[in-house]
């Protein structure tokens, strides 16, 4: 893996964590793919933003008025120069030499709660530039999250059929077309597999295992601190992970494994020994990045010529810094994001 700041080794085993509909993941930046801005969400605010990432300059979205009150669920890369990003139980693309610059791509329906967009940029997959979110349906709009996709000319959001998973969250493809997500707190990888039947009501199903146990739970009397995994970013062969809790953050990373241990073309489960060897092996290799952390908002992470770039939001003494880390070099505040309308 590249080398970045710190290392320091974790050695933990987690259990399943407990979600409540606020602590929903949500993709809220990606960079440029020159890493030179960062698209972003403001969380408190409202809207989405380009940063520069040598200035820390801030550009509004021109969003349209239907939108000036709306809270951004997530934003992704689309295409060249594209934002997409989920409002008003709708997906948008905003492009800044487009007329008009943000236009409504499709709605979210029926999924309830939609956010967490992520889209299949593989040109080999059968699911390339289907649109996926999280979120539940109105048959049971109080259950765990799940995916649901929608393929290009379809009429709506399709389900993922989950079997024995209590939830699926913060999809994300790799460069390579490795899939990667959250599922009770930890990392997973594996796939989704394409329904054949087009009479069927769901998109596909679910594949994949548990990689890294990274969950960190505690009980007290004096409500100790827990933290989840809330973020994935591949990047060649490593996992940035984006860990969150009540007022607590921090980056980890870890190696990608050489092979999945279970995808779509895997063939037979993993046994227990295959599961525990694939878990032991992430958490020995497991490198803190960044810890103590009130938070590290709007993460995202890039590939440059020669080293990583990190971009993150956590709170100082002046305000809600954002965050560089380029390569081994120390985090470097390149500006402050608004807190006010």
């Avoid at 139980?89 to 939609?114: H, I, L, N, S």
């Avoid at 999280?134 to 989950?162: W, Y």
């Avoid at 039947?197 to 548990?210: E, F, P």
Wanted: aromatic share 8%.
């Amino acid at each position: 893996m590249t080398p970045l700041r710190r290392s320091v080794v974790v050695a933990s085993v987690s259990l399943a964590c407990v979600f409540s509909a606020s602590q929903i993941p949500a993709a809220e930046s990606f960079f440029s793919q020159d890493g030179s801005t960062i698209t972003m969400v403001l969380k408190r605010t409202g809207g989405l933003v380009k940063v520069d990432v040598k200035s820390g300059k801030i550009t509004k979205a021109p969003l349209p008025k239907e939108l000036k009150e709306e809270y951004i669920e997530s934003v992704a890369r689309g295409g060249e120069d594209e934002a997409l990003f989920v409002a008003k139980d709708a997906v948008w693309v905003w492009k800044a030499d487009a007329t008009p610059p943000v236009k409504r791509v499709c709605a979210t329906a029926p999924v309830v709660g939609a956010t967490d967009l992520f889209v299949v940029t593989d040109k080999k997959s059968p699911l390339k530039d289907t649109l996926f979110v999280s979120g539940t349906d109105k048959e049971n709009p109080d259950g765990n999250p799940v995916f649901f996709g929608r393929k290009p000319g379809a009429k709506a959001f399709m389900s993922v059929f989950c079997r024995r998973v209590e939830n699926a969250q913060s999809g994300v493809f790799a460069g390579d077309g490795r899939f990667f997500f959250m599922s009770s707190g930890d990392v997973w990888e594996g796939g989704i597999v394409a329904d054949d039947d087009a009479t069927t009501d769901r998109l596909g199903v679910l594949v994949g295992a548990r990689i890294a146990p990274l969950g960190m739970l505690n009980t007290d009397e004096a409500n100790s601190g827990n933290m989840w995994v809330h973020q994935i970013v591949p990047v060649e062969d490593t996992l940035y992970i984006r860990m969150r809790g009540r007022h607590m953050g921090a980056i980890l990373r870890i190696p990608v494994p050489a092979e999945p241990l279970y995808a779509p073309d895997s063939g037979e489960q993993p046994g227990i020994q295959d599961q525990i060897d694939a878990m032991k092996q992430a958490l020995a290799k497991t490198e803190i990045i960044e810890d103590d952390l009130e938070d590290a908002e709007a993460f995202c992470a890039i590939e440059l010529e020669d080293a990583h770039r990190l971009f993150y939001c956590s709170r100082d003494e002046k305000g809600l810094a954002m965050i560089v880390i380029n390569g081994d070099a120390k985090p470097k505040v390149i500006g402050y994001v608004p807190e006010e309308q």
